[in-house]
């Protein structure tokens, strides 16, 4: 196998691919990527047994074959590269793989590629399209969302289901809840899925230009593929939670803010909150928004006022800070809409405006007040 | 270095005193406060039941054999907390550092106040101050450490002072009985008679190494306390840490159905002692004492929390964990810990409105009716009618 390659052209995939390389494998196998070379083509695989990746890059073929060398060793040498062709050679029948760089000649050894475990084909009777800025936004603004609970699975990942004519995304953490629905789309085949957040990060990190991103699908699989990189990755088989049953439909109390002073407010007081549990109380009437927090172990206390416009019954409610701040940031809009019921429903969070083709809508749960 | 100058203040016969002050016809009377059922204790008796042998911490029955004529009272422990916040603003007025080390017990450090009032004399009209205002006796040990303070204060009382100057601390403790030892109970004393060691004389020449041979680290420091040594600071407020409920049964039962009622309602009251002070909790304990008196407990961590629902779940849960032994189980107990301040998240899945609204309800009703106002009918256990 032999083949040379820009360093930066090769840097950027493996940066995705070290995303997947597990932090304790059960085979270390795994701790490799799986080299193929044909022709000009290199085909570059990682896995961690749930996430598999796939990725092309263009070189300049010599000899082809295949080879496995530990991803984090190669990673790290590539990075640590100035710009430059680097010649990767490997002997057939020796397990000696030798990079050469204009600085010098490094040896890495590579392990026996055959262990290496095979990758699920992509079963699906049919695949649906997503443009790539489409599947970017949704990504970023519901990933955020998701659950660190090990206790409930389908929460660690975000849910997909995919309806004739749109594709709704949702994630929760049972504190907070996003939903982004991409409306200008049409498909025969109905279904729903729970994909893991480590797959849709690498999703993310992979997505580039603005075409399509093509999703195949099973029961127990999804693929994604990419212009030239693809990702597989094992479904959270879990019940998702019945999301739309928990939205609230009636919120007579209506506020909308400027995004930005409302998120530099609530930084600044939050700092003045208690530290493990951030809370922060809310207090609205017509005259505006008035932010309060104390830290009563140390009796810091911090309140801003802030000029909005409110429609509703005067009412206090309280949140953790992280929540709020966290949601409104991933919003782009300059005014958002809070919507309200009572102070221990749901409020919704809305952006003020959006596209055509897309629907944003954020839930947070708020905090008992003690009253 | 400067001398410390140690002030150790207990209440005398806190929960009597206070009954007595109360209603006036109890004074000379032998009274017992403590729990009225078969297993109930002695929380507190007055001098004159003490007479008779009686001490606290004895079971009721037989501090009533002993003194059939004394009469017994429940006790209102929320009174007794009122008398002694009452006074512990008094003390918290004059004294530069004090630790309240329980309900009716503080400690003073005043070192360095004799150069300007004497020590003593400060000592005793703070003690005066204290019992004229509030109206209950109290008794004080002034010395050179919280330890001999403490003895002090048990050689003064009733309603006494003593002063245990520097350099006679060690005789002063010298003729007393071991037993007078803070952390040396029936158990530690009665090895000790089995050794030949009853009084502090004895204990106090006895080579450390044996002792710590014979009772580990404790042993070690049973000999500093022999020798009147104890460095311990007087630490002026402790944040509250934890807070736990026990149940001991009537009779020791490996009914289930009752168990559970009885969590059910610890878990209830405590967790609205955990929402009135406006605290979450993340750790959570819970305790069985086995009929043979083996004590188990297991604890697990949590999200902060101060839901009922939640804080229930974890609780029968580890409930269910603990409880391995088939043998009659004589106490159960709960705790929630590594408390810090703030309002519970609400759930979007778990919790719905309505049980929000019925906790809030509940709450509300407490807060103007008392803690035993309202309760889950599936923490009582009522007759069932065929």
Same mark, same amino acid.
């Given at each position: 196998?032999?083949?040379?390659?820009?360093?930066?052209?090769?840097?950027?995939?493996?940066?995705?691919?070290?995303?997947?390389?597990?932090?304790?494998?059960?085979?270390?196998?795994?701790?490799?990527?799986?080299?193929?070379?044909?022709?000009?083509?290199?085909?570059?695989?990682?896995?961690?047994?749930?996430?598999?990746?796939?990725?092309?890059?263009?070189?300049?073929?010599?000899?082809?074959?295949?080879?496995?060398?530990?991803?984090?060793?190669?990673?790290?040498?590539?990075?640590?590269?100035?710009?430059?062709?680097?010649?990767?050679?490997?002997?057939?029948?020796?397990?000696?793989?030798?990079?050469?760089?204009?600085?010098?000649?490094?040896?890495?050894?590579?392990?026996?590629?055959?262990?290496?475990? =095979?990758?699920?084909?992509?079963?699906?009777?049919?695949?649906?399209?997503?443009?790539?800025?489409?599947?970017?936004?949704?990504?970023?603004?519901?990933?955020?969302?998701?659950?660190?609970?090990?206790?409930?699975?389908?929460?660690?990942?975000?849910?997909?289901?995919?309806?004739?004519?749109?594709?709704?995304?949702?994630?929760?953490?049972?504190?907070?809840?996003?939903?982004?629905?991409?409306?200008?789309?049409?498909?025969? =085949?109905?279904?729903?899925?729970?994909?893991?957040?480590?797959?849709?990060?690498?999703?993310?990190?992979?997505?580039?230009?603005?075409?399509?991103?093509?999703?195949?699908?099973?029961?127990?699989?999804?693929?994604?593929?990419?212009?030239?990189?693809?990702?597989?990755?094992?479904?959270?088989?879990?019940?998702?939670?019945?999301?739309?049953?928990?939205?609230?439909?009636?919120?007579?109390?209506?506020?909308?803010?400027?995004?930005?002073?409302?998120?530099?407010?609530?930084?600044?007081?939050?700092?003045?909150?208690?530290?493990?549990?951030?809370?922060?109380?809310?207090?609205?009437?017509?005259?505006?928004?008035?932010?309060?927090?104390?830290?009563?172990?140390?009796?810091?206390?911090?309140?801003?006022?802030?000029?909005?416009?409110?429609?509703?019954?005067?009412?206090?409610?309280?949140?953790?800070?992280?929540?709020?701040?966290?949601?409104?940031?991933?919003?782009?809009?300059?005014?958002?809409?809070?919507?309200?019921?009572?102070?221990?429903?749901?409020?919704?969070?809305?952006?003020?405006?959006?596209?055509?083709?897309?629907?944003?809508?954020?839930?947070?749960?708020?905090?008992?007040?003690?009253? | 270095?400067?001398?410390?100058?140690?002030?150790?203040?207990?209440?005398?016969?806190?929960?009597?005193?206070?009954?007595?002050?109360?209603?006036?016809?109890?004074?000379?009377?032998?009274?017992?406060?403590?729990?009225?059922?078969?297993?109930?204790?002695?929380?507190?008796?007055?001098?004159?039941?003490?007479?008779?042998?009686?001490?606290?911490?004895?079971? &009721?029955?037989?501090?009533?054999?002993?003194?059939?004529?004394?009469?017994?009272?429940?006790?209102?422990? !929320?009174?007794?907390?009122?008398?002694?916040?009452?006074?512990?603003?008094?003390?918290?007025?004059?004294?530069?550092?004090?630790?309240?080390?329980?309900?009716?017990?503080?400690?003073? !450090?005043? %070192?360095?106040?004799?150069?300007?009032?004497?020590?003593?004399?400060?000592?005793?009209?703070?003690?005066?101050?204290? $019992?004229?205002?509030?109206?209950?006796?109290?008794?004080?040990?002034?010395?050179?450490?919280?330890?001999?303070?403490?003895?002090?204060?048990?050689?003064?009382?009733?309603?006494?002072?003593?002063?245990?100057?520097?350099?006679?601390?060690?005789?002063?403790?010298?003729?007393? %009985?071991?037993?007078?030892?803070?952390?040396?109970?029936?158990?530690?004393?009665?090895?000790?008679?089995?050794?030949? $060691?009853?009084?502090?004389?004895?204990?106090?020449?006895?080579?450390?190494?044996?002792?710590?041979?014979?009772?580990?680290?404790?042993?070690?420091?049973?000999?500093?306390?022999?020798?009147?040594?104890?460095?311990?600071? &007087?630490?002026?407020?402790?944040?509250?840490?934890?807070?736990?409920?026990?149940?001991?049964?009537?009779? !020791?039962?490996?009914?289930?159905?009752?168990?559970?009622?009885?969590?059910?309602?610890?878990?209830?009251?405590?967790?609205?002692?955990?929402?009135?002070?406006?605290?979450?909790?993340?750790?959570?304990?819970?305790?069985?004492?086995?009929?043979?008196?083996?004590?188990?407990?297991?604890?697990?961590? $949590?999200?902060?929390?101060?839901?009922?629902?939640?804080?229930?779940?974890?609780?029968?849960?580890?409930?269910?964990?603990?409880?391995?032994?088939?043998?009659?189980?004589?106490?159960?107990?709960?705790?929630?810990?590594?408390?810090?301040?703030?309002?519970?998240? $609400?759930?979007?899945?778990?919790?719905?409105?309505?049980?929000?609204?019925?906790?809030?309800?509940?709450? &509300?009703?407490?807060?103007?009716?008392?803690?035993?106002?309202?309760?889950?009918?599936?923490?009582?256990?009522?007759?069932?009618?065929?």
């Amino acid at each position: 196998m032999k083949f040379s390659v820009s360093s930066s052209d090769l840097l950027k995939k493996i940066q995705v691919a070290t995303g997947v390389l597990p932090t304790n494998a059960i085979m270390p196998i795994l701790d490799d990527f799986l080299m193929e070379l044909k022709g000009d083509q290199l085909t570059l695989i990682a896995s961690d047994l749930e996430t598999t990746l796939r990725t092309v890059i263009t070189v300049n073929g010599v000899e082809d074959g295949t080879m496995a060398v530990r991803g984090k060793i190669l990673n790290d040498t590539i990075k640590a590269l100035p710009e430059q062709p680097i010649e990767f050679a490997k002997e057939e029948n020796e397990s000696i793989l030798v990079i050469k760089t204009s600085n010098g000649e490094y040896k890495l050894a590579s392990d026996n590629f055959e262990e290496f475990p =095979q990758i699920p084909d992509a079963v699906t009777s049919e695949g649906v399209e997503i443009p790539v800025p489409i599947l970017e936004s949704a990504i970023s603004r519901t990933l955020f969302a998701t659950s660190n609970d090990e206790m409930r699975q389908a929460m660690m990942g975000v849910y997909l289901h995919i309806q004739k004519d749109k594709l709704i995304f949702v994630a929760t953490d049972a504190h907070k809840l996003v939903k982004y629905t991409y409306l200008d789309f049409n498909t025969s =085949q109905e279904g729903s899925m729970i994909i893991p957040k480590k797959s849709l990060n690498l999703v993310r990190q992979a997505l580039k230009g603005s075409g399509n991103v093509k999703l195949n699908y099973s029961n127990s699989h999804v693929f994604m593929e990419m212009e030239d990189t693809e990702i597989g990755c094992r479904l959270i088989d879990a019940q998702f939670p019945n999301y739309n049953a928990v939205i609230p439909t009636e919120n007579p109390n209506l506020l909308t803010i400027d995004r930005v002073s409302f998120i530099q407010s609530l930084k600044r007081i939050s700092i003045y909150a208690n530290k493990t549990t951030n809370q922060l109380v809310l207090t609205l009437d017509n005259d505006g928004i008035l932010i309060k927090a104390q830290d009563l172990d140390y009796h810091n206390e911090a309140e801003e006022k802030l000029s909005c416009q409110y429609s509703g019954d005067p009412m206090e409610v309280a949140f953790n800070s992280k929540f709020l701040v966290e949601m409104l940031t991933v919003l782009d809009t300059d005014d958002v809409i809070m919507e309200f019921s009572t102070p221990n429903r749901a409020s919704l969070i809305l952006p003020s405006s959006s596209a055509d083709d897309e629907d944003l809508l954020m839930l947070v749960m708020p905090v008992m007040v003690n009253r | 270095m400067y001398d410390r100058a140690i002030v150790h203040m207990d209440l005398d016969s806190f929960f009597v005193s206070v009954e007595c002050l109360k209603n006036s016809q109890l004074l000379g009377k032998p009274l017992l406060i403590g729990g009225m059922s078969s297993r109930g204790v002695v929380a507190s008796c007055s001098y004159e039941a003490r007479r008779f042998g009686v001490h606290s911490a004895m079971p &009721v029955k037989m501090a009533l054999r002993l003194c059939p004529q004394a009469i017994v009272m429940r006790g209102d422990m !929320d009174e007794y907390s009122k008398y002694s916040t009452l006074v512990t603003d008094i003390i918290g007025e004059d004294a530069p550092v004090f630790e309240k080390s329980s309900i009716d017990e503080f400690y003073l !450090d005043i %070192s360095g106040m004799d150069r300007f009032f004497g020590c003593f004399k400060w000592t005793q009209e703070l003690r005066q101050k204290v $019992i004229k205002e509030s109206g209950l006796p109290i008794s004080f040990g002034l010395s050179v450490n919280k330890l001999v303070s403490k003895i002090g204060t048990g050689e003064a009382k009733p309603n006494g002072e003593k002063q245990i100057t520097k350099g006679t601390e060690r005789n002063f403790l010298a003729p007393l %009985s071991t037993r007078k030892i803070p952390g040396v109970g029936p158990q530690t004393y009665k090895k000790l008679s089995f050794m030949g $060691i009853r009084h502090i004389y004895t204990l106090r020449d006895i080579p450390i190494r044996l002792l710590e041979r014979e009772f580990g680290d404790h042993g070690k420091q049973l000999w500093y306390k022999a020798n009147a040594k104890d460095n311990s600071p &007087v630490v002026p407020y402790t944040e509250q840490k934890s807070m736990s409920k026990e149940r001991t049964f009537v009779e !020791d039962t490996l009914d289930m159905v009752f168990i559970r009622q009885k969590i059910i309602a610890m878990v209830d009251d405590l967790a609205y002692e955990l929402r009135k002070s406006g605290k979450l909790t993340c750790q959570v304990t819970v305790k069985i004492r086995y009929a043979d008196f083996n004590t188990y407990t297991k604890q697990k961590r $949590i999200q902060y929390t101060a839901n009922n629902k939640i804080l229930l779940g974890h609780i029968l849960h580890l409930f269910e964990q603990l409880y391995q032994r088939r043998q009659l189980i004589r106490l159960v107990g709960i705790k929630f810990g590594s408390l810090v301040y703030g309002n519970f998240q $609400i759930n979007l899945f778990d919790d719905t409105v309505e049980e929000i609204d019925l906790l809030k309800q509940m709450d &509300v009703i407490r807060n103007r009716f008392g803690a035993k106002a309202i309760q889950r009918a599936s923490s009582l256990s009522l007759p069932v009618k065929s």
